[in-house]
């Protein structure tokens, strides 16, 4: 477990790898821009969290990378300027309009859905969901997410001690479904379809979509506080030099570069990212 430098205090070091190249910048949603909540269902992001996104978002491509759904994240943050990757990446938006457009055009005015890699699982996570919400009503706090793509079993409002009767629970309804999987997150059991897909994939698939798949012109920056978000940091590494940043006050093993140490110091990092471009301009007006 190491200690990973502040991005605050990197923060110069991350303007000079900035020469030359394009910033990409990628949000995880709970933990990241909304304090993590008892309840889910109000993990509000507070007005100025959503103006220092709407900032940055006028400046550099911004994509929200959530395990929830699409459709639910759009309500928390309603910036329609952004890219949305829902369940885990599975099912993935750009903007109607802005400067940051994919080529394609929206029919209506209506959102265009760009990517579902998972769409044949559609009728299998509803079923699954339907049994899941039965079987977890029996458990005093327990609550079942659907997520279009991947459903979240949370236990964070469950006593200690029911806490391996409920994963045995979601693991036994599991063994009629051998194309989904489980993987853990904080206080959440997340059940997906197990294909080759994850936040790292979602991240490559919008740099290409982006016109942005050459590494050497562009800057990814990632920042992201759950272990879903470690393949993002991963491809990050691997492919295009980039940053992860892990949002945690506790040192953990992680692959991301930096570090901040909640969403306090996620908006101030956003809000230095909007005074770079302010000050580069000026520099040229000089």
Known sequence: QVEH????????????????????????????????????????????????????????????ITGRSRE??????????????GSH???????????HVFSR???QGEDVVFFQPASRF????????????????????????????????????????????????????????PELSIT?????????????WDKGKAVE????ALGLGDSRDVLPVYIGDDRTDEDAFEILNNKFNGYGILVSNVPKTTGATYSLRDTSEVQQFLKRLVQIEKIEKNYHKL
């Open 205 to 208: 698939y919008l740099l290409e």
């Open 89 to 99: 990446g599975m099912d993935i938006m750009g903007p109607a309009k802005g400067s």
């Open 5 to 64: 430098p502040s991005a605050l205090d990197s923060f110069e070091e991350i303007v000079d790898a900035l020469k030359g190249r394009q910033l990409a910048l990628f949000l995880d949603y709970d933990g990241t821009l909304s304090p993590i909540v008892e309840d889910p269902a109000r993990a509000f992001m507070s007005t100025e969290m959503r103006s220092a996104v709407k900032s940055v978002a006028k400046l550099y491509p911004t994509s929200i």
């Open 184 to 196: 853990h997150g904080r206080k959440v059991l997340e059940i997906r379809p197990s294909i080759k």
């Open 72 to 85: 639910k994240v759009y309500e928390f943050v309603q910036l329609p300027e952004l890219y949305y990757a």
């Open 122 to 177: 559609l009728t299998t996570m509803r079923e699954v969901f339907d049994i899941l919400e039965r079987q977890m009503s029996f458990i005093e706090g327990a609550r079942v997410e659907d997520n279009k793509f991947c459903l979240s079993v949370h236990f964070r409002q469950v006593r200690e001690q029911d806490w391996q009767f409920l994963a045995q629970e979601v693991q036994s309804v599991l063994k009629r479904y």
């Open 105 to 107: 055009k929206t029919v």
